[in-house]
């Protein structure tokens, strides 16, 4: 098996080189010219098609010093919390622990684990209770966090999280089969993590 | 070379990442004071038609639906 890798690495080094494709945050919008020219003489009075990224603003390109603001893109699926705002530092639970994130981050995709993301900007501090989600960091400082349900932490009723608490400890003591076992888990951390987000 | 990386314990009982997500929002919409838990649980409503098919042809179809009637 490994007397083939030298020739695939070299091969696909070689083919790299001659197919060299720019990053998105590379390339203009432009518009490939040769297809207007050929698209005009076939159907002179239409439009030639639009294509996605004609409608897209191109993304901010990779400074080439350390830019001073993170950009954050924060969405959720029924909408945009936070999107292109500029501020200092922002701290996501991810799987492996609170990350901070400073402009010039390290380019890195982290899992989200029910937790507290913090926003700074200046002195103000903004925290959401995050359910789970993924964070992209971009090369450019951009930060594209993206969850399926945040809430700020006043919304969340105390109570309720020490009941689902005690109600999903019990459910992992008496669980039988594995999927119940994982769904009780799950209950678990959920609610400790909110537990902790309200009392720290 | 065999990737026996760690899996989640979600995984490793069978549930795929999004049932994971879904389930951990549902427990955060569940824990929410009252103004924000309707509209909460709003958005957790689910209505869609699912048909088999046979011989080329759909069977009749199913609908599972939060709002039934509609």
């Known amino acids: 098996m490994f007397r083939q890798a030298s020739r695939l690495v070299s091969r696909s080094i070689t083919a790299k080189s001659t197919t060299n494709r720019a990053f998105s945050t590379e390339v203009p919008s432009t518009i490939d010219s040769s297809f207007v020219e050929a698209w005009k003489k076939v159907a002179p009075n239409m439009d030639p098609p639009q294509t996605p990224s004609s409608f897209m603003k191109p993304r901010p390109s990779t400074a080439s010093s350390i830019p001073t603001k993170l950009t954050v893109n924060f969405v959720l699926p029924y909408a945009s919390e936070l999107s292109g705002k500029e501020v200092d530092m922002v701290i996501i639970p991810a799987t492996t622990g609170q990350m901070g994130v400073l402009p010039g981050h390290v380019p890195t995709i982290a899992e989200l684990k029910p937790g507290i993301m913090s926003v700074h900007e200046g002195t103000d501090i903004k925290k959401y209770f995050v359910s789970s989600g993924f964070a992209f960091l971009h090369a450019n400082s951009v930060a594209d966090i993206i969850a399926v349900e945040a809430v700020p932490l006043e919304n969340i009723d105390a109570s309720q999280v020490q009941k689902g608490l005690a109600e999903f400890t019990q459910k992992l003591a008496s669980a039988t089969t594995d999927l119940e076992k994982a769904e009780a888990q799950i209950g678990v951390e959920v609610h400790s993590a909110m537990n902790a987000a309200l009392s720290g | ?70």
């Open chain 2, 1 to 70: 070379m065999a990737s026996t990386a760690a899996v989640p314990f979600w995984r490793a009982a069978g549930m795929t990442y999004i049932t994971y997500s879904n389930i951990c929002a549902n427990l955060v919409r569940n824990c929410l004071k009252e103004p924000f838990k309707a509209e909460a649980l709003n958005r957790e409503k689910v209505h869609f038609s699912l048909s088999k098919w046979a011989g080329g042809k759909p069977e009749k179809p199913t609908l599972r639906s939060d709002t039934p009637g509609v």
